[in-house]
């Protein structure tokens, strides 16, 4: 059983978190309350993504993910961008879905790492029934070709699960921190192997309404597909919106292969009433996947390594809140996502952050 303590330990940082989040809202929409003269250049965006169950008040199962990305400017033509090498262009242009005439580009870095860990920590034995430890450290680039109703996003991630992605080490080092459990049973955790997903995602702004106010509301489905040793899967779902000058764009994004795209946030264009530089909305989202792979569940691809059955339908569900204003875009999700496998005692219920700053 999990300590009583340690679930006091994760009941604090959880409220605790709701204060920080309060806090970090207020504190932005009291910083830059003036529309700045540089509103109008083109900057690319950097975000900053951090999901953890502690919002839930929970230590387990998905646990932690952290993930930096950049996203360029719009471009007219990937060459247009002095970050990728001059051969790979005439690849990226034949390159389905991304590529249609008349549509806007847009190249994507990014960089995280993702922690599993079973129900109970304090073990140090291989708990045979629950989900494998594991860690997941990945590099991804991503191309995107949009207009003002659809964006079409593709990404490649490469990297590795297994020892090599530090996730034990994170993990500890964050519990010593805060003085929580330690998590003792990561010398149970999958072995080393280099990852590779290839993801696709399609989104559609849908259902546009508005009012003379300013209030408004917008719906954004989106569909797609993974394809790798690390994931295999296809997947649906749709986001709603509702608040005040919603931004032109597609919507807050949770961390996932193909899903993220959060685009210069000064843009005039982008707010219906751009000159106020503000936007404030809140949002639900739900998804479904029809799950073919998932390492963190199925073990190594060559090798022998603990393993679970997972269950092939999964559905996520998120409520949450995000505020525009000027460069800055802040978000909070709180997500529940249904049993992954067979044998699982609970839902998975954790939170996510996001900040992005374009620069």
């Given amino acids: 059983m999990v300590e009583v303590t340690d679930l006091m330990c994760w009941q604090e940082k959880m409220n605790s978190t709701k204060y920080m989040v309060l806090f970090m809202f207020l504190s932005f929409a009291a910083l830059f309350g003036a529309r700045p ?20 008040g ?21 060459a247009e961008s002095d970050k990728l090498p001059a051969w790979s262009l005439p690849y990226i242009r034949r390159l389905p879905l991304i590529n249609e005439p008349g549509f806007e580009r847009n190249i994507g870095f990014s960089m995280g790492q993702n922690m599993y860990t079973p129900r109970d920590i304090s073990r140090e034995d291989l708990i045979e029934d629950d989900r494998p430890y594991a860690g997941w450290a990945y590099f991804g680039i991503a191309l995107h ?46 072995k080393n192997e280099p990852g590779l997903v ?10 546009q309404a508005g009012t003379v106010g300013g209030l408004a509301f917008d719906a954004i489905p989106h569909l797609g597909w ?5 994931h295999t899967y296809a997947n649906a779902g749709i986001e709603a919106r509702l608040g005040w000058n919603i ?36 949002f639900a989202q739900v998804e479904c996947r029809a799950v073919l792979r998932d390492i963190f569940l199925d073990g190594n691809t060559l090798t022998d390594s603990h393993k679970v059955d997972k269950k092939h339908f999964v559905t996520d ?19 529940l996502q249904t049993k992954e496998f067979k044998g699982q005692q609970d839902d998975q219920s954790f939170g996510s952050l996001t900040l992005s700053f374009s620069w």
């Fill in 37 to 56: 003269a540089w509103a109008a250049e083109k900057l690319g965006t950097f975000s900053l993504y951090f999901e953890n169950d502690f919002f839930g």
């Fill in 58 to 78: 929970t230590d387990r199962y998905y646990t932690n993910g952290v993930k930096l990305s950049w996203i360029s400017p719009d471009l007219s033509d990937y």
């Fill in 145 to 190: 070709g949009k207009n003002e109703y659809r964006l079409d996003s593709m990404e490649i991630q490469l990297g590795i699960v297994g020892p090599e992605s530090f996730a034990e080490q994170t993990q500890k080092f964050a519990h010593k921190l805060l003085g929580c459990q330690r998590p003792n049973g990561w010398g149970n955790q999958l």
């Fill in 198 to 207: 290839i993801a696709y995602e399609r989104k559609w702004r849908l259902l």
């Fill in 226 to 230: 993974a394809i790798g040793n690390v």
């Fill in 247 to 282: 931004s032109k764009d597609f919507g807050t994004h949770l961390i996932r292969p193909a899903g993220d795209f959060n685009p210069p946030v000064s843009a005039p264009e982008l707010l219906p009433y751009g000159n106020c530089g503000f936007s404030l909305n809140v």
């Fill in 317 to 335: 569900v998120a409520v949450g809140v995000s505020l525009i204003i000027h460069r800055f875009k802040l978000s909070y999700a709180r997500v």
